[in-house]
């Protein structure tokens, strides 16, 4: 039984000389990727698994702390506006005057911005919902309220969304203690559905096309957890004619992965969207999904976020969005963090400027990058990154626009990251806005650039470039800062200038960049004319990508049946060698060894058989000793996250029990 196990394993392995595009399948993709222009032979795009025969509406999450900070605002709602997300302001106490002016307003100043602004509000917090639903005196103070606040967010956004609740029963008072226990949760099963239908109809009677939607934590709507709470909630409000219009959910993967794994991890998000969907009757569902670190301390890597934007759009899901957190806990836990919190949580001062969008800037933006390129009705090639090159910044002193078709549309303030995280007062820094719209944004062959540096700010612009966008790479602005400096970045731009200037105290800088691919950057052919920008930001990998785009865009390709393998080894340097006296059949896509490891990409999870980790272990007593010290098989990542051996060697050198846990399956010698 071993013996056929190991056979079949081997056999697919042992494909790999007969794939790709013949000869070593080590060779660094920068060897053909200079002698032809990219546009001959693209990455396939991988389809959406979203449902393309609608629009999905994505959003960021705005905490009150955020909103009411007006550069982080200005800065996310920008970042919404240019990526076309819906904005989300949470404003819990719909009684509470004063912040319900503020919010509006701001919300007016989002709408003018050019982003649509949702509103999340009328969380049971100064009375328990039994007050609200028993007291007619207190229900009607806080449905007067409600009311006014629907008109006035109606005169905004006429049909907008509201959201009632946040996480409940977690957010909020919905017993008199506050506590979060199965006391408030019988409160939500008593009382919620007659709050809620009160809440709704108000909604209705003030703003009648507003649409209304409720938000429960995740345990009360997953499958493996108490679903009857929202199943029966749905139940109560449908018999009285009052179901939600959409609904919300969110979930932290890390709560999950960091004992478990991925596996479990994805699960859940599909039961929660697919759950919330069912009970509601065919709702749209909303999933806020993790780029923080939670609790815990566990921060996600690009791997897991890119699970959850695909478990949530597989299941449903017509929106997505990732929570920016506004309180700093340093990463002790995570494989592969993507942009770890690495400063103790004592080195970071409290207060709202420490929140994810600072603290973890790449981190924040990297599954938004995920999130548009997923959309059936986003053309990624004529979108590029726009990098701004600076000395001696500051921090969220310079505010960043680009000269669009109906004038300047600001993108955003340069040095976002939070100087206990990466001060950048004396140092160059480079920082990117990512994915801008270049058939909305070049005009005439030319992109121009505006600095407009705050009163309190100053610094010296040394340059502005904008590369091609390439969604299947993460990137970091230090790594973007480390690439400029070492004078890489010029053949690969779009368009470039290194004129310098210095950056005064309420001053403005003006830069134009001829952008010599201009007509196809609005035609979408972007890349003809530069060499793939893979080949700057993740060299070596550009091969292995194409030969795994081109599989996963046949129409029969189903991810779930795929896997990677990761082998931690000792001196082997030829993917081949690992196999070559051991048979050919089967598929594998593509292979690389080296730096202490070999990876093998796209194999099928059936050739591990029902014993997934005794196959493994089967292939590692076969190797010469010391050869292959342990065997890994990982989630598919696919061509759009892709990990070449020195990466993975060191993580299998330092990460082996954090690795093991990520893993399906594993053995070792």
């Known amino acids: 039984m ?14 790999l000389a007969c794939l790709g595009l013949g000869g070593s399948l080590t060779r660094p993709a920068t060897e053909e990727a200079h002698q032809r222009p990219v546009a001959d032979r693209p990455v396939p795009s991988t389809p959406s ?17 955020l909103w009411r900070d007006e550069r982080l605002r200005e800065n996310l709602v920008a970042f919404a506006a240019r990526q076309d997300l819906a904005v989300v302001f949470s404003q819990p106490t719909v009684t509470d005057g004063e912040a319900v002016d503020r919010v509006l307003d701001a919300m007016a100043r989002t709408r003018e911005a050019g982003a649509t602004p949702w509103l999340e509000t009328a969380v049971p917090e100064r009375h328990t919902p039994k007050q609200l639903v028993t007291d007619a005196t207190a229900r009607e103070r806080h449905l007067d309220a409600l009311r006014e606040a629907a008109r006035r967010y109606a005169a905004i956004v006429p049909d907008g969304n509201l959201l009632l609740w946040e996480e409940a029963p977690v957010g909020g008072r919905w017993i008199a203690s506050g506590k979060w226990n199965g006391a408030a949760v019988d409160a939500l099963r008593e009382y919620g559905p007659a709050l809620y239908a009160h809440q709704r109809a108000a909604v209705a009677e003030a703003a009648p096309d507003l649409a209304a939607g409720v938000f429960l934590h995740f345990p009360y709507v997953v499958e493996s957890r108490q679903p009857g709470v929202f199943a029966g909630l749905m139940d109560d409000l449908a018999a009285r004619d009052a179901l939600p219009d959409f609904v919300f959910t969110d979930f932290y993967r890390g709560w999950y992965e960091k004992d478990v794994g991925p596996g479990p991890a994805n699960a859940a998000v599909r039961s929660l969207v697919t759950n919330a969907a069912r009970h509601s009757r065919g709702r749209p569902v909303y999933f806020l999904g993790q780029a923080h670190t939670v609790n815990p301390r566990h921060t996600s890597s690009t791997q897991s976020m890119r699970m959850d934007l695909r478990a949530a759009l597989d299941a449903g899901a017509s929106g997505v969005g990732w929570y920016a957190r506004t309180v700093y806990k340093q990463t002790r836990r995570g494989f592969d963090a993507f942009v770890p919190n690495v400063p103790a949580e004592s080195t970071v001062p409290e207060g709202i400027l420490a929140n994810t969008l600072t ?19 986003v053309d990624t090639t004529t979108r590029f990154d726009l990098w701004v090159h600076a000395d001696a910044p500051g921090f969220l002193g310079h505010r960043v626009s680009v000269r669009g078709g109906d004038g300047w549309v600001p993108l955003g303030d340069i040095a976002g990251a939070h100087p206990a995280v990466a001060p950048v007062e004396d140092d160059e820094h480079v920082s990117v806005f990512h994915a801008l719209d270049g058939a909305a944004l070049v005009a005439d062959g030319d992109l121009t650039v505006r600095v407009e540096t705050r009163p309190d700010a100053d610094g010296r612009l040394l340059g502005v470039y904008a590369l091609p966008f390439d969604p299947g790479v993460a990137y970091t602005e230090r790594a973007a800062t480390a690439l400029v400096g070492r004078g890489r970045v010029r053949p690969f731009a779009l368009g470039a200038t290194t004129e310098s200037g210095v950056l005064r105290p309420g001053g403005v800088l003006e830069r134009t960049l001829p952008m010599a691919v201009a007509d196809r950057l609005r035609s979408g052919a972007v890349h003809r004319r530069v060499p793939p920008v893979a080949d700057l930001l993740a060299p070596g990998t550009l091969t292995h990508r194409r030969r795994l785009a081109t599989v996963e865009a046949g129409e029969r390709f189903d991810r779930d049946a795929r896997f990677d393998c990761w082998l931690r080894t000792d001196g082997v340097t030829d993917a081949d060698a690992l196999f070559e006296d051991l048979g050919v059949g089967g598929e594998v896509v593509t292979a690389a060894a080296g730096d202490g490891a070999a990876v093998f990409w796209g194999l099928r999870r059936s050739v591990l058989g029902d014993d997934a980790s005794g196959t493994l272990a089967d292939c590692l007593g076969e190797f010469d000793a010391g050869t292959v010290e342990a065997a890994y098989a990982m989630p598919y990542f696919g061509s759009e996250d892709l990990r070449l051996p020195a990466h993975v060697g060191s993580l299998l050198r330092d990460s082996s029990a954090a690795a093991a846990t990520y893993a399906f399956a594993h053995a070792e010698e």
């Open 49 to 65: 698994t979203g449902p393309s025969e609608e629009r999905r509406d994505d959003f960021v999450w705005l905490a009150p702390g």
């Open 359 to 377: 603290v973890a800037r790449d981190r924040f933006h990297y599954p938004y990058r995920a999130t548009l390129a997923a959309r059936a009705d």
């Open 2 to 15: 071993g013996e056929r196990r190991r056979r079949a394993f081997l056999q697919g392995a042992g494909a």
